[in-house]
C-alpha cells in the first residue's frame, strides 16, 4: 500500500507538541535547575551578606524569568493543540493532567512565596531585578507571614521536585515500557519515522 520513499503516517499519539510548548518546557527546565542551583547558594553564602545579596538578586531576576515562562506556557496550553494521548491509556492520561496541573501549581507558588520572602524590609539591602527595577514592597503583609514565607519556599521545592521526579518517571515509563515515545512528543528531533 505503502509506495517506496512513503512512509505509514505516524500513530496521532506521536505526533509532537508544537514548538513554543516544546521550547517553554525546556527553558523552564533550565530556569528551574538555575534557581535550585541559586537557592543552595544562598544556603552556602548565609554569613556573607555581600555576596548573598548578588546572588538573591540572580535569584529573583531568574525566578521572574520563569514567571514569564510560565505565564506564556499556560497560556499556550489554554489556547493550542494537544496532542491526543494514546488509545487505552485514559488513566494514565488522567494522571498526566492531574501531574501537569500540580506542576503548574506549585511553579506559582513558588514563585508567589519567593516574592515574598524576598520582599524589601528594613535594614536589608533592596533586591533590583535583572540590575534594573526594585523587587516592589508587599504592602500590608503581616510581618509573621513574611518570617515564614522562607519556610514555605523551601518545602514548596521539595513537592516540586517530588513531582518533577514522578513526571519524568512516567514519561519514561510511557516511552521504554508502553512504547509510546511519551519523550520523543517533547523533542526537537528526531523526526518521526
Do not use: D
Request: aromatic share 8%.
Amino acid at each position: 500500500m505503502w509506495g517506496a520513499g512513503m512512509r505509514e503516517p505516524a500513530p496521532q499519539h506521536w505526533v509532537r507538541w508544537g514548538p513554543v510548548i516544546i521550547v517553554l518546557h525546556w527553558a523552564t527546565l533550565l530556569c528551574v535547575v538555575a534557581l535550585l542551583v541559586t537557592g543552595w547558594q544562598l544556603g552556602a553564602h548565609a554569613a556573607h551578606i555581600g555576596r548573598r545579596t548578588e546572588i538573591l538578586q540572580l535569584h529573583a531576576s531568574l525566578g521572574v524569568l520563569l514567571l514569564a515562562a510560565t505565564a506564556v506556557r499556560i497560556l499556550a496550553r489554554l489556547t493550542g493543540r494537544r496532542p491526543t494521548a494514546p488509545a487505552g491509556s485514559r488513566l494514565r492520561g488522567i494522571a498526566a493532567f492531574v501531574v501537569q496541573a500540580f506542576l503548574y501549581l506549585s511553579l506559582l507558588a513558588l514563585i508567589a512565596t519567593g516574592i515574598a520572602a524576598a520582599a524589601p524590609r528594613p535594614f536589608t539591602p533592596p533586591i533590583q531585578l535583572f540590575g534594573l527595577w526594585p523587587l516592589p514592597k508587599i504592602v500590608g503583609a503581616l510581618p509573621t507571614m513574611v518570617r515564614n514565607m522562607p519556610g514555605i519556599h523551601a518545602a514548596l521545592v521539595w513537592i516540586l521536585l517530588g513531582l518533577v521526579g514522578f513526571h519524568v518517571a512516567a514519561a519514561i515509563y510511557g516511552t521504554l515500557i508502553a512504547r509510546e515515545r511519551t519523550i520523543f512528543r517533547m523533542l526537537v528531533w528526531p523526526k518521526h519515522r
